[in-house]
């Protein structure tokens, strides 16, 4: 069980995948001119976390049955299950279907689908977390979240305005005060 940010109190989430995440968003740093368009960044880049969440939980399932299978056959740890290279290629293409439409070309270069993990990488986006809207100019948006992963840590997506859509243009990670540069 983690805490939320809630206009300031912390709010204990008892069920986290019934969390209202427009409710749990600090704004504290953005002048109220551009509050509004938080719902239109916030909302579609959590639904974009809970795809990738699902698609990692996924293929970590079908790893367990390719790995139970290997081990059936008798074949040897190190040893590439037979199906895993499809496994991937097939996570990669689900993968891109849900962050293409949502990022700029330049963060999709960085790459994306290359891992997946137990828990997935955005499993606080429904277990709770902190989360910060952050826009200072019409054409710039940075959404933060900050969860504990064995220590406290935080992505931050940075949105750009391209053409009249949002899209997340950067994704960092970090500890502490340092951020560095990911793939989405």
């Known amino acids: 069980m983690f805490n939320i940010f ?16 427009e409710d749990c968003v600090d ?18 880049l959590v639904e974009v976390l809970r795809k990738i969440c699902v698609l990692e939980e996924n293929c970590m399932k079908q790893n367990e049955i390719l790995d139970a299978n290997k081990k059936k056959q008798g074949l040897p740890e190190s040893q590439v299950a037979d199906g895993w290279v499809e496994m991937m290629n ?19 270069k960085r790459g994306y689908a290359g891992s997946y ?15 910060y809207f952050i826009m200072k100019s019409s054409k710039k948006a940075i959404v933060e979240t900050h969860f504990p992963h064995g220590i406290k840590m935080k ?4 949105f750009r305005n391209v053409d009249g859509q949002w899209l997340i243009d950067e994704k960092k990670y ?9 793939g989405i």
């Open 6 to 21: 809630k206009k300031k109190e912390k709010v204990v989430v008892e069920k986290p995948v019934q969390i209202k995440i």
């Open 155 to 158: 992505h931050q997506f940075v």
């Open 27 to 44: 704004m504290s740093q953005t002048p109220e001119q551009y509050h509004k368009y938080k719902d239109e960044i916030v909302l579609p």
């Open 174 to 182: 970090g500890f502490d005060t340092d951020w560095h540069v990911a």
């Open 117 to 131: 993990g137990q828990p997935a990488q955005y499993a606080y986006i429904n277990t709770g977390c902190e989360m």
């Open 90 to 108: 097939q996570y990669k293409v689900d993968y891109g279907k849900v962050v293409e439409p949502i990022c700029t070309e330049k963060l999709l």
